[in-house]
């Protein structure tokens, strides 16, 4: 098993900055990709960006060049730094990770609110 813990959301105005980090724990060697999900308040679930343990980065086309996640494979962490916030941003932000094998595992999320 693998434990994920969020930090970081919060409120911030529109055009601002949040950085988010995700801290796993547990059975971490059997990660091969970690990342970020949000989901809005009516909507599904969404990719927001991940990142492979080689460092192969994959963005959803609406967040391209404001954000940037990272990682670091020593710490078993990863960040998203968030920059250019808009309102649409505005969700519940959850970390992802996944087994080589393909196996999903999720954190208890952090609300990221955005205001206009």
């Known amino acids: 098993q693998v434990q994920l813990a969020e930090s970081g959301g919060g409120l911030v105005q529109a055009g601002g900055s949040l950085t988010l980090s995700c801290a796993a724990s547990?059975?971490?060697?059997?990660?091969?990709?970690m990342g970020w999900y949000r989901q809005a308040p009516g909507k599904q679930r969404e990719l927001v960006a991940d990142?492979?343990?080689?460092?192969?980065?994959n963005y959803a086309d609406s967040v391209k060049g404001r954000f940037a996640i990272s990682r670091d494979n020593a710490k078993n962490t990863v960040s998203l730094q968030m920059n250019s916030l808009k309102p649409e941003d505005t969700g519940l932000y959850f970390c992802?990770?996944?087994?080589?094998?393909?196996?999903?595992?999720w954190g208890q999320g952090t609300q990221v609110t955005v205001a206009s």
């Open positions: 990142i492979t343990r080689a460092r192969s980065t």
């Open positions: 547990g059975r971490v060697g059997s990660i091969n990709v």
């Open positions: 992802n990770a996944k087994s080589w094998l393909g196996q999903p595992y």
